[in-house]
C-alpha cells in the first residue's frame, strides 16, 4: 500500500508564493505518477498539475499554466508544487496523489490516481 502525505499548506497573501511537498512511500517512488489536484466546498476536485514517473514530462491545469510548477526529487521520495503570483481563487485543500500506471492522455482524471494524500489547505486572502 503507498501512503501519501501532503505539506506546506498554509495562508498566504495574494501575488505571494507557496511550494507544497509530497511524500510517498511503501513503493519504490520512481515507479509512481505524481499529480495535485485541488478542492473547494461544493465543487469537484479540479486538476492542478502531474509529472511522470522520470519528471520528464509535465501537464498542468489551464488556470495555473504559467504560475505553478511541479517537480520531482526521486531520490528524496518527493514531489513538488511551486505556486506563484497566487490568487484568491487558488484557495481549496490541494490533494497530492499518486499512481503507478503509465502517464496517458487520461491524466487529469481523478481515476487514474489510486493514492491520495489527506490534502493541505492553502488560502490566499486578497
Known amino acids: 500500500q503507498v501512503q501519501v502525505v501532503e505539506s506546506g499548506g498554509g495562508l498566504v497573501q495574494a501575488g505571494g508564493s507557496l511550494r507544497l511537498s509530497c511524500a510517498a512511500s511503501?513503493?519504490?517512488?520512481?515507479?509512481?505518477?505524481m499529480g495535485w489536484f485541488r478542492q473547494v466546498p461544493g465543487k469537484e476536485r479540479e486538476f492542478v498539475a502531474v509529472?511522470?514517473?522520470?519528471?520528464?514530462?509535465?501537464y498542468y491545469g489551464d488556470s495555473v499554466k504559467g504560475r505553478f510548477t511541479i517537480s520531482r526529487d526521486n531520490a528524496k521520495n518527493t514531489v513538488y508544487l511551486q505556486m506563484n503570483s497566487l490568487k484568491a481563487d487558488d484557495t481549496a485543500v490541494y490533494y497530492c496523489?499518486?499512481?503507478?500506471?503509465?502517464?496517458?492522455?487520461?491524466?487529469?482524471?481523478?481515476?487514474?490516481?489510486?493514492?491520495w494524500g489527506q490534502g493541505t489547505q492553502v488560502t490566499v486572502s486578497s
Open positions: 509529472i511522470s514517473r522520470s519528471g520528464g514530462i509535465t
Open positions: 496523489a499518486a499512481d503507478g500506471r503509465y502517464l496517458t492522455s487520461y491524466y487529469s482524471r481523478v481515476d487514474k490516481y489510486a493514492y
Open positions: 511503501g513503493r519504490a517512488f520512481s515507479t509512481l505518477k
